[in-house]
């Protein structure tokens, strides 16, 4: 019995050996499985190397995209005299400005009238009682005719004449803003005692024209009058001027070179498309960042002004020359908004997906509807098919070039270019499906 019974005691004890080897082969399959994939799923060190250098590029080129913007500003600036006129011409009728270069025209003629000289005019028998009158009328004589002055400089800067005055002057002077900020100290705008300043001479001699047709006959003995509006002022304006000449040597290739280096890395990093969306982003944080610094800038520069220096003058001023730089900081953001979420869009995201589902939905409906109004396409719909691909490139570079060649596009122009594309790319997509249409 036991002899019978012996190799049924060691059939179960071989079966759960060969169970337990076979489980533990797969257990170490599924391991080195693992293993495999982790290792497939690991780049290369050259890949690694790649991405690593294309983040690098990416960087670089953000950092550069304020610089680029500020380059492009100065380029206007210096380049292209009708914009900078555009600039200040609105500076104008500035009330700010109106009452900083009334109260410095003020000031200037009031130095040179001889109150005494008013006598000349009386007659001979009238002058004793004029003197007594004027010694005890004292200090509030000189208020009174400054009073008198200060209104006459008021209607000369509210005139019509003023704005052509101030107009003509700026382009006449643009060249020697350009000198004062590139080193050269001639011409009428000059860099002196670290302030950027206007010669107000013209506008002087209009004043002491109409206070000689007021019946201020004295005003005839002033001399020519060179006094000076500031325009800028700072400590640092040496600083200022060398860093101007530096972005105007680096002109219109710097904003070229930001881009170049970006998508240079893009190209290198494994995945494209995330690099772009976030290079994208990037470009846009960077101009927004230049646009915070224009802002915290304007508040520490009004600040360290001194008192002789009218601070809301200042101000207006300061806005006018930075409206183009915040136009462009504006221009800069949004394009890069609007790169970014065209790469996430056309991307394999769940999100993209069922926006692009939605999309597709509508664009159906509107097949529909035009199919039970009988509309056709003819043989449009089978070649817009056909070149479906071809087309959408197409649309997508006539988007780039009309950008490229604006003027100087603005955050709205970026706005509408989109739009259009969105617009375009639509009625592609709706044409395109012609032929399955007519297939049904």
Known sequence: ????????????????????????????????????????ARPPRRHRTRSLLGALLIVLGCVLAPLGILASWTSDIVGDSDRYVSTVASLASDPDVQAAVANRVTGAVMEHIDLPALLEDAAPDQRPLLEKALGGLGGSLEGVLSSFVREKAREVVASDAFETVWTD?????????????????????????????????????????????????????????????????????GRVRTGFRLLQLAGAWLPVLAVLLTAGGVLLRARRRRALVGAALGFAAAALVLGTALTVFRTVYLNALPDTVSQAA????????VHLLRLSVRTVAVLGVVVALAAWLTGPGRGAGAVRAVWGSGITATRGTADRL???????????????????????????????????????????????????????????????????
């Open 1 to 40: 019995m036991p002899q019978v019974n012996q190799p049924r005691d060691d059939q179960p004890q071989d079966d759960r050996a060969q169970d337990g080897g076979q489980d533990e082969l797969a257990a170490l399959r599924e391991r080195v499985l693992a293993l495999e994939t982790a290792a497939a």
């Open 169 to 237: 002057a700026n382009r006449a002077v643009h060249t020697s803003l350009v000198r004062a900020l590139t080193g050269s100290d001639e011409g009428a705008v000059r860099i002196r005692n670290d302030a950027v300043t206007l010669d107000l001479a013209p506008v002087i001699e209009q004043v002491k024209q109409r206070l000689v047709q007021s019946g201020l006959g004295v005003a005839k003995k002033i001399p020519e009058i060179h006094t000076d509006f500031t325009l800028v002022q700072s400590q640092d304006i």
């Open 314 to 321: 200042a101000g207006s001023v300061y806005d006018a020359m």
């Open 374 to 440: 009988g509309l056709r396409t003819g043989p449009v719909g089978p070649f817009v098919h056909r070149h479906r691909t071809s087309i959408t490139w197409i649309l997508v570079a006539g988007a780039v070039v009309a950008y490229v060649l604006w003027p100087h596009p603005t955050g709205w122009v970026v706005v509408g270019c989109a739009l259009a594309l969105l617009f375009a790319l639509a009625a592609a997509q709706f044409l395109a499906e012609e032929p399955g249409r007519e297939a049904v």
